[in-house]
């Protein structure tokens, strides 16, 4: 069977483009994802040791970097670190947040672009789309903290309607943080949505109306269960990029707000602990791998109905 197969990819994409693919692909998975997730996890069992006394005696395995993350420094008063589990369930709710704020708002586009006949409109609008996304997402990230400042577009805007007397801190409100985050992956959301409803049948959506269905029933029973596989897809999308975001909550974060990545990027670059910053990126890593999984096996969707 695997023979078959592998004869078949090659007789539809030749020989020199199919192996290109093979040995891409290949160095795409192991290379950039596999080896160094291996690396980071293997760094999250060690020792935070100076180099000349890495790979000596004292550099073995030990889960006190996991431990750390669960119960704080040796002498904490607390029973838990409190600190850093509160902002890594902070991050984990915000993410989510951001990513059912982003299909509220991109499942009407997505609708309306997979469903439109074409025309000048849906290439405008998909342009519109695209072109915000040519600058840079930090220049994106500082652009939102400039709107949504003390003297920025919308504080004046309401002062001048007259529908506030004093500027509203947006940043310490984490307003700014949740619009930036909803902007950065909007695209990641509309268009696996809209890959799938442009297939539906557009003569369903009509029997289910000339039938008197109302527009909630037909997207309940018809357009939302054909493209499950699409909002999967950009679902997952969204909240892993959302739970591993560095830029904007550097950038938009209020004085309070604290990203369980600002954690991690501290403890690698500013306390040079890299063991237990790998230790905490791959706390993250798993739990929103395990997070996505059960929320697909509880609205029932496979891993390859995301891949279609």
């Known amino acids: 069977m695997g023979n078959g197969l592998l004869k078949d990819f090659f007789k539809r994409n030749g020989t020199v483009m199919g192996w290109f693919l093979i040995i891409a692909v290949t160095f795409w998975v192991v290379v950039l994802i596999i080896l160094p997730q291996i690396s980071m996890f293997d760094f999250s069992f060690r020792n935070h040791l100076p180099p000349p006394e890495m790979g000596g005696p004292k550099d073995v395995y030990t ?38 704020l982003d299909l509220v708002l991109c499942y009407p586009i997505a609708y309306y672009l997979g469903q439109s006949r074409g025309g000048g409109l849906t290439r405008v609008l998909v342009l519109f789309l695209i072109i915000p996304y040519w600058i840079n997402e930090i220049l994106r990230a500082f652009a939102f903290r400039i709107i949504f400042g003390d003297s920025g577009v919308i504080n004046e805007m309401m002062m001048f309607l007259g529908l506030i007397d004093s500027p509203i801190d947006f940043i310490r409100e984490n307003v700014a943080l949740y619009a930036g985050l909803g902007y950065a992956y909007i695209l990641l959301m509309i268009f696996p949505m809209y890959n799938v409803i442009e297939s539906l049948d557009r003569n369903q959506i009509e029997a289910a109306r000339d039938m008197g269905a109302s527009w909630v029933k037909i997207h309940r029973r018809i357009v939302i269960p054909y493209a499950k596989p699409g909002i999967s897809s950009g679902c997952t999308m969204v909240f892993m990029l ?29 306390g040079g602990n890299w063991p237990q910053g790998s230790a905490f990126a791959a706390v993250l890593l798993a739990t929103c791998i395990f997070i996505v999984l059960a929320v697909m096996r509880i609205f029932k969707v496979n891993m390859g109905d995301i891949g279609k």
Request: hydrophobic share 50%.
């Open 63 to 100: 889960l006190k970097n996991y431990k750390y993350l669960i119960f704080g420094a040796e002498g904490n008063p607390d029973a838990y670190n409190k600190t850093d589990l509160a902002v890594f369930g902070k991050t984990l709710l915000a993410a989510a947040f951001v990513t059912i």
């Open 242 to 270: 959302s739970a591993g975001a560095l830029a904007a909550p550097q950038i938009l974060g209020g004085p309070s707000s604290l990203w369980f990545t600002q954690i991690i990027y501290q403890w690698f670059n500013q």
